[in-house]
T-cell receptor, first 113, second 113 residues
Framework: QKEVEQNSGPLSVPEGAIASLNCTYSDRGSQSFFWYRQYSGKSPELIMFIYSNGDKEDGRFTAQLNKASQYVSLLIRDSQPSDSATYLCAVRGVNTNAGKSTFGDGTTLTVKP | NAGVTQTPKFQVLKTGQSMTLQCAQDMNHNSMYWYRQDPGMGLRLIYYSASEGTTDKGEVPNGYNVSRLNKREFSLRLESAAPSQTSVYFC????????????FGPGTRLLVL
């Protein structure tokens, strides 16, 4: 079992819809959770991080964390074509040194105009 | 501020050749990282440096060596390149070892024939 698993994708949604990206992790001791966006041929950039159970909102993005279910998700409201990218989930455990994060393989999102 | 810079952008090597990938950051960050990303996969940590003068192995260190030359620079060396090392290499940095936000360089695309 992979440490961090994401929807296999690709995910396609129409413009204006809500895109839901999911991630599960195996280490119950994980403490910090991150969502990165990566455009094709570019480097990853951080969208959001979340530490506590519940929701965290930032503009059109909402991260949701459920530690009991070992599940973290990213919702993108009012999806735009510019949101088309690969989204990487990263997880860091409490005993991990130097901020080492384990990444999922990513989910590719396409937003169709 | 240039952020995180990497050289070269693209390199072709023959099996058995050696090369060094260079990375520099101008954000006065303490921690630096080297990742590789294979097609359709997430990022895998090769080596990291929590602070100047220290380096540690990540998830996939075999076949690589690193040098934290000073606070700004962190290089990755392939002593004897193999086709399995064909990948995109990303350098990243963060303010502190446990700092959540990692800033990525533009990447180096390496092809080993």
């Amino acid at each position: 079992q992979k440490e961090v698993e994401q929807n296999s994708g690709p995910l396609s949604v129409p413009e204006g819809a809500i895109a839901s990206l999911n991630c599960t992790y195996s280490d119950r001791g994980s403490q910090s959770f991150f969502w990165y966006r990566q455009y094709s041929g570019k480097s990853p950039e951080l969208i959001m991080f979340i530490y506590s159970n519940g929701d965290k909102e930032d503009g059109r993005f909402t991260a949701q964390l459920n530690k009991a279910s070992q599940y973290v998700s990213l919702l993108i409201r009012d999806s735009q074509p510019s949101d088309s990218a690969t989204y990487l989930c990263a997880v860091r455990g409490v005993n991990t040194n130097a901020g080492k994060s384990t990444f999922g393989d990513g989910t590719t999102l396409t937003v169709k105009p | 501020n240039a952020g995180v810079t990497q050289t070269p952008k693209f390199q072709v090597l023959k099996t058995g050749q050696s090369m060094t990938l260079q990375c520099a950051q101008d954000m006065n960050h303490n921690s630096m990282y080297w990742y590789r990303q294979d097609p359709g996969m997430g990022l895998r940590l090769i080596y990291y440096s929590a602070s100047e003068g220290t380096t540690d192995k990540g998830e996939v260190p075999n076949g690589y060596n690193v040098s934290r030359l000073n606070k700004r620079e962190f290089s990755l060396r392939l002593e004897s390149a193999a086709p399995s090392q064909t990948s995109v290499y990303f350098c990243a940095s963060s303010l502190r070892a446990l700092q959540e936000t990692q800033y990525f360089g533009p990447g180096t695309r390496l092809l080993v024939l």
